[in-house]
């Protein structure tokens, strides 16, 4: 159903149908999945002509197979994009992104906060390459422009980022990178192309963890890339062809299309039920503070109304008592999930210092504005009553460990 790409069908339709072009699958509602690593050449001039880019067609799975073909269509349907790229994780995205940007001498300007693994192969990994990295507070729009040279060539961050919940206005970065004609690159794993979508506002590449809410079941690690035709070109020839071979396996492209089918309704029901569970947990006497794009408490929370559909499925919060008091609530908790990873049915709820964040040293977290008592809940699919009720009964336990907390404190 190739007019299923147009932008004339809703987010929906195109999450269901966009890119299967139907073709010789015996009438087959779901696509077959291609679980072949190599493909077969009538001859050995077709072989060379397709190595050559001369023909159009598959010869290898490490740069194409008909299953990713269909995921990724669909993908760049829903992402406003000319073209998409699936990869084994989001690390695998991120890094064919940037392997195949960068080159030694250059500069590239990240956001203060990002998500453990990608500060870890920023700071730690790409550095070693003599690429300066230079980790600004994307807010401080005079700071992200004193950094600004020919030499960056690209800006970096998420929204909101992982795990302090802070929003980067994506249209004013974009904005100043095109200045210096600098890519902007978007990792919009929290809120998905349903929620926000940054190529539309500028920016030039988006990067997913499809583990998360594209995947949606919490059975599968993949990664998504979207932007246009020519740049994706470069990312899949150069940074995963030949750079990290991070490919998605044909399998784990199935369950993302079936994923993919539900996420409109799925992030509804994050949304709602976040929301909710926000409310409350601003509500409690025990909890310090929250952090949710949907409370008007919320500090950016004109921009999250700007540039987010919904406020997602993502809460950061921190208890009264600091870390330990944290401890003791996620140590009672029986409903709710002690787990790393996000965007699962199932309510997940980790410690980003020991964590997700681990691999920023005490010293870089407090740099990087991660705070050892914040605790991150992704709100799953479950019941919103039912998980409200598990971290009341989990906030209760803190009055255990520190009977002198006066509920007023
Ligand atoms: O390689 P992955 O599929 O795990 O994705 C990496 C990644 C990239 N960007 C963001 C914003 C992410 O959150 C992630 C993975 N984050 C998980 C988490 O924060 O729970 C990883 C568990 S250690």
Redesign the pocket.
């Known amino acids: 159903m190739e007019s299923s790409n147009s932008r004339s069908f809703g987010f929906a339709t195109r999450a269901i149908h966009a890119g299967d072009t139907q073709s010789d699958n015996h009438g087959a509602l779901v696509p077959p999945v291609y679980m072949s690593s190599t493909f077969v050449f009538e001859s050995t001039k077709q072989g060379a002509d397709r190595f050559e880019g001369l023909e159009l067609g598959h010869f290898y799975s490490r740069v194409s197979n008909p299953t990713l073909d269909i995921l990724e269509r669909r993908f760049a349907a829903i992402a406003g994009a000319e073209a998409a790229l699936a990869c084994a994780?989001?690390?695998?995205a991120?890094t064919s992104v940037l392997w195949s940007i960068l080159q030694a001498g250059d500069e590239i300007v990240v956001a203060k906060t990002l998500?453990?693994?990608?500060f870890a192969f920023l700071e730690h990994g790409l550095s070693k390459f003599d690429i300066k990295i230079h980790s600004v507070d994307m807010c401080n729009i005079e700071a992200v422009q004193s950094v600004m040279s020919d030499k960056v060539k690209c800006i970096f961050f998420?929204t909101p980022s992982?795990?302090n919940m802070e929003l980067v206005d994506i249209a004013q970065i974009s904005q100043i990178a095109k200045v210096y004609d600098a890519l902007t690159i978007v990792?919009n794993?929290?809120c998905t192309p349903y929620l926000s979508r940054p190529l539309e506002l500028g920016a030039d590449i988006t990067?997913h963890?499809?583990?998360?809410y594209l995947g949606g079941h919490g059975d599968l690690?993949?990664?998504m890339v979207a932007g246009s035709q020519d740049l994706l070109t470069q990312v899949r020839l150069v940074g995963l062809k030949d750079m990290t071979g991070a490919v998605m396996a044909p399998l784990t492209a199935h369950q993302i299309m079936r994923g993919l089918k539900t996420l409109e309704l799925r992030m509804d029901r994050h949304c709602g039920s976040a929301m909710f569970i926000a409310k409350k947990l601003e509500a409690h006497p025990l909890v310090a503070k929250v952090y949710y794009p949907g409370l008007k408490t919320f500090n950016q929370y004109d921009l999250a109304q700007q540039q987010m559909l919904k406020p997602g499925g993502m809460i950061a919060f921190e208890v009264i008592g600091g870390k330990q008091a944290g401890v003791a609530m996620m140590d009672t908790l029986t409903l709710i999930k002690r787990a790393?990873?996000?965007g699962d049915p199932d309510s997940l709820i980790?410690h980003p210092a020991s964590?997700?964040h681990s691999a920023y040293s005490v010293k870089e977290r407090k740099a990087h504005g991660i705070s050892e008592g914040l605790i991150r809940l992704s709100v799953g699919l479950e019941t919103p009553q039912d998980i409200l009720d598990d971290l009341a009964k989990g906030l209760a336990a803190i009055k255990t460990i520190a009977p002198t907390l006066s509920m007023a404190s």
């Open positions: 994780s989001g690390m695998g991120i998500y453990g693994c990608t998420e992982n795990p990792d794993t929290y990067v963890s499809a583990t998360k690690v993949g990664g790393v990873s996000l980790q964590m997700t």
